[in-house]
């Protein structure tokens, strides 16, 4: 199976979050990334912040690749579990960039974790991931 790992490009323009401008490995993406392709998936992980992609160039990326899942990450890297943006408005930016030409999507993140009916809905994504995702996804 084809899975796209994306972490969207965050910015912080209109946020009320500070953020941290600086790029974050997205670990969780990572060792999901060994995980699948150890059990034989082809797997595209793109990272909009370290790549210096904006989302609509991050989901034209994944779309090209025709994966049968997308997973996109609700927060920069782990790093942000205990402090996440507090609105969802990038991934939400680069789902709706996708529009539907990534097969399932899936949220990974502390705002599943925390609120998962909320997250389902206002990302509008099929599946969401409570705690640690690599073992999930």
Not at 96 to 114: C, E, I, K, Q, Y
Not at 122 to 137: A, H, M, N, Q, S
Request: with cysteine; hydrophobic share 45%.
């Amino acid at each position: 199976m084809k899975v796209a790992l994306v972490n969207p490009s965050w910015t912080y323009e209109d946020s009320i979050y500070f953020g941290c401008r600086q790029p974050h490995l997205p670990l969780e993406l990572g060792y999901s990334k060994a995980l699948l392709e150890a059990d034989g998936h082809q797997v595209l992980m793109l990272d909009g912040q370290i790549q210096k992609l904006d989302n609509a160039a991050l989901a034209d990326r994944v779309a090209a690749f025709a994966p049968a899942m997308t997973v996109v990450s609700t927060a920069p890297t782990y790093l942000f579990w205990r402090c996440a943006p507090p609105e969802l408005r990038v991934p939400a930016e680069f789902l709706n960039s996708l529009a539907g030409r990534g097969g399932r999507t899936v949220a990974v993140g502390p705002h599943g974790s925390a609120t998962p009916a909320p997250t389902l809905r206002k990302l509008g994504v099929d599946v969401v991931v409570r705690g640690e995702c690599e073992e999930v996804v």
